[in-house]
């Protein structure tokens, strides 16, 4: 089509060249222009108007200047577009201010809405309308010089395209593409509606405004469709919308197609629909959406179907509560009385008006009466404004589109010879208009309309940008009414261009008063952040809970947030608290358990070794060594009392003597143990004839060897105390790592380790000899008590490693307190209890000849 297009272009702008030369004349292929409205004037304006949207069958051989046929469904709203030119044509002519010596004319033509229609309509208008001319008047400017329109963005790229090479200027009142301000393609297309880069930049704040962070997207299979997709799209990137699904509505109309898209838009978890599509294709979907009666959606209407009530009288059920972008109504006076009169006999004899009306209000129009006008068989079609609405949003772009050419016009008039704008200072040419020149004031134009709008064009050749919010309400009687609740308007800066009042907002979709919810996730409470589901987009996500010592304080983060140290978070992860400082104390339970039984036991071992002491004479004292058991008892006393250093908070000199206290005191307490047993043996050694080892193990060889094996245990506390210290040390435990636990770290792990290991050295030894004299014959003989004390000991300090490396916090404490106190506790109830059974309450068997007896 395009091709052949530009065929027919060359052949009908560049015939003259070729006719000049051979000295021909022009011929058109047509006496007039099917389907339009013309007025004579000095300067004949063009206008290009939908006012059919369904066009006749194209002519391929291109033999006639229009194609053959009529155009149907005819459209009001458009039809007042033309009307509405018509009435701007006439205001001017009437105002003795404005072109007083100049007389504005018209030729309208209608597009049916294709870009096919529309080209040959243009090309007709700047060919002129004369059959036949003299091949002079093939060269001069065309008759038309600028063109008003088209509606379409489409058709409007056509025609601007191929005019723009001639310098034909072209004003639009509707064609809003954004691509029609490319300066370098369209160089000669100005427009009094705004570009969709700024509704699409509107759309995205409302979107955003609201909370509407998942939606669809519905657009027409045109320049205007695609254009402004492509624009919201850039618009939301980078930001919290995304886009579920975009559906294109076919140009075909095919019904299989429509369903499938309505379907989509059903199952989609979307309840926002963004439309970007012109009025008959979105009449179209709306239709099939009624049928199928999708009612829980919130539409979102771009300019070019929002005050349509064609659309709105589809279904209130379905459509209330519509938002959508309006142009800014404007009141003109006397506009909606002359459009009211579509009866009148102004143009009661041009075909195209006859048309409309048969097809608008079923009248049929039959032969001329004597008067010359045409009688009509619908009575009372003269007055109809009370049965359609006067739409004012696209007429008032006419009518700037008209005072934009005339004031030009009327700058070229007042231009004064010697400063104009061309070469040599020259002015522009009146009688005839060249359309290049006229461009060169179009585009320079400033004026301010009889309503009060300065208007003027930037240099993209579009207006400043202003819409009105509109908002769908269900009228009393049934009817909608359009409301405006809002304004967008680019003139007023970033910060305030977007007003909206959400008092006077109808929701659509049931919702009533409540703001429609439309997410693809619900938002993530604070303490926890957003995760993005893998293969969907980043509005898709899951509410991962915070680690512990992260929060989120806020809804939907992105991140969790460390807490500073010494702060932990709180159990739903939204705040860092101060960690609670926490050690084995005096005030705890388990402090205080452990306090009692390490005083009860030191009490205990004092009241023992008070009894030894008051029975020392006795024969059983006596006889189990009372030297060795006194020091014994002592060195219990202070395992028992050492368990006190280990309670309370840490500092380095408790750290300090807990473990080298612990240390000393149990190798004198084995030590002690150790050498009872060994004089035990020595002792049965000694009865056998001809021995006399008991001389090598006298008192003072006793207490020597206590002394050497607690000498060396010394040397390894100074050793540990000089090189690596135990000192108090902070880590983290207790529930989620909220508390601060105080404890005393070892310092050096191998002189812990050989501390211990020398007591557990001392103990198997212990228990290995005590264990090889359990049966010996004498009642006096308690290697059999010192068995079973070893082995508790043993047991006991066993258990404790894994115990011990396995207790969180302040348990790891209460575990080594636990240990000290079973082995203390094993050892003095295993060797002492048992003689104090006799020397307290048996005292008959505490004599020598019981101890003697076997």
């Not at 109809?384 to 949003?393: G, L, N, Q, T």
Request: charged share 20%.
């Amino acid at each position: 089509m395009a091709t052949d297009a530009w065929l027919w272009t060359l052949g009908l702008l560049a015939g003259p060249v070729w006719v000049h030369s051979l000295g021909l004349s022009c011929a058109l292929q047509s006496r007039s222009i099917s389907g339009s409205l013309y007025k004579e004037g000095d300067v004949i304006i063009g206008g290009l108007f939908p006012v059919h949207f369904e066009g006749p069958e194209p002519d391929h051989t291109f033999t006639q200047r229009v194609q053959a046929g009529r155009c149907q469904s005819a459209d009001l709203r458009s039809y007042h577009w033309l009307q509405t030119m018509i009435f701007t044509v006439e205001e001017i002519n009437r105002d003795p201010a404005l072109l007083p010596n100049l007389t504005l004319g018209y030729l309208a033509a209608d597009t049916c809405l294709t870009e096919r229609s529309t080209l040959s309509a243009a090309l007709s208008l700047v060919t002129g309308q004369e059959e036949t001319v003299s091949w002079e008047q093939c060269t001069e400017a065309p008759n038309v010089p600028v063109i008003i329109g088209d509606a379409r963005s489409s058709a409007s790229i056509v025609v601007a395209e191929t005019l723009g090479v001639f310098g034909i200027p072209m004003v639009s009142y509707f064609a809003s593409c954004a691509c029609l301000s490319d300066r370098t393609r369209y160089p000669t297309f100005l427009r009094t509606v705004p570009s969709d880069a700024f509704q699409a930049k509107a759309m995205a704040r409302l979107l955003r405004l609201m909370g509407w962070s998942w939606v669809g997207v519905i657009s027409g299979d045109d320049a205007y469709g695609k254009s402004g997709v492509q624009l919201l799209l850039q618009e939301l990137e980078g930001s919290d919308v995304c886009v579920d699904y975009i559906e294109v509505i076919p140009k075909s109309f095919a019904p299989n197609r429509i369903r499938r898209i309505v379907e989509r838009i059903q199952s989609s978890k979307a309840r926002v629909v963004v439309t970007f599509a012109i009025s008959p294709d979105m009449e179209v979907l709306l239709r099939e959406v009624v049928k199928q009666n999708v009612t829980d959606r919130q539409w979102i209407a771009t300019e070019a179907w929002s005050t349509s009530s064609q659309h709105s009288a589809l279904s209130g059920t379905c459509l209330a509560g519509t938002l959508g972008f309006a142009l800014r109504k404007v009141d003109i006076k006397g506009l909606g009385s002359y459009l009211a009169q579509l009866g009148s006999d102004i143009h009661r004899k041009e075909p195209l008006v006859q048309n409309v009306l048969e097809e608008l209000f079923g009248c049929r129009f039959g032969e001329e009466t004597q008067s010359g006008s045409l009688r009509s068989l619908c009575p009372g079609l003269e007055k109809v404004e009370e049965r359609e609405e006067i739409y004012s949003d696209i007429n008032y772009n006419v009518y700037k589109a008209v005072y934009a050419i005339a004031n030009a016009i009327q700058n070229m008039l007042t231009c004064q010879p010697g400063k104009g704008p061309f070469g040599n200072g020259e002015c522009p040419d009146i009688k005839p208009i060249r359309p290049k020149q006229l461009l060169y004031y179009l585009k320079a134009v400033k004026f301010t309309t009889p309503v009060g709008e300065p208007v003027y064009f930037d240099e993209n050749g579009d207006p400043s940008a202003s819409y009105d919010i509109i908002n769908w309400h269900m009228g009393a009687e049934g009817k909608m009414e359009f409301v405006q609740v809002g304004q967008f308007d680019a003139a007023r800066g970033p910060e305030q261009d977007f007003q909206l009042d959400l008092r006077k907002v109808v929701w659509g979709g049931g919702w009533d008063d409540e703001v429609p919810v439309s997410v693809c996730s619900e938002s993530c409470p604070p303490g926890t952040r957003k995760a993005v589901q893998k293969g969907k987009p980043v509005c898709c996500y899951d509410c991962i809970p915070c680690a512990t010592g992260e929060i989120s304080n806020a809804t939907d983060s992105t991140e969790c947030i460390k807490c500073p140290e010494r702060f932990w978070s709180n159990t739903d992860r939204t705040e860092c608290i101060p960690m609670l400082v926490e050690f084995l104390s005096f005030q705890d339970n388990m402090g205080i358990i452990l306090s009692v039984l390490s005083v009860a036991g030191a009490v205990l071992t004092i009241s023992v070794l008070g009894a030894f002491f008051h029975h020392r004479d006795t024969p059983l004292v006596r006889a189990n060594n009372s030297e060795l058991s006194f020091l014994l008892l002592l060195s219990l006393t202070l395992c028992f009392l050492c368990a006190l250093a280990f309670i309370g908070r840490p500092v380095p000199w408790s750290c300090m003597l807990r473990h080298t206290l612990f240390g000393i005191s149990f190798v004198v307490c084995l030590a002690c143990v150790l050498s009872k047993t060994v004089v035990v043996l020595v002792a049965f050694r000694a009865t056998l004839p001809g021995s006399n080892v008991m001389r090598y193990f006298g008192p003072g060889q006793q207490r020597a060897g206590i002394f050497v094996c607690t000498l060396v245990q010394v040397g390894i506390c100074v050793l540990w105390v000089a090189l690596a210290p135990p000192l108090p040390t902070e880590t983290a435990g207790g529930e989620l790592g909220a508390r601060v636990v105080l404890l005393c770290a070892v310092g050096s792990v191998v002189c812990f380790s050989l501390v211990l290991g020398y007591i557990g050295l001392l103990a198997a030894i212990c228990f290995l000899l005590a264990f090889f004299a359990r049966k010996l014959p004498d009642n006096f003989n308690e290697a059999k008590f010192i068995t079973f004390s070893m082995l508790i000991f043993c047991a006991v300090w066993i258990a404790f490693v894994p115990a011990y490396v396995s207790s969180p916090g302040k348990y790891t404490v209460a575990v080594e307190v636990f240990a000290i106190l079973a082995s203390s506790y094993g050892l003095l109830l295993c060797i002492f209890a048992p003689k104090c059974y006799i020397i307290l309450l048996r005292p008959e068997r505490n004599t020598k000849k019981n101890m003697m007896a076997k």
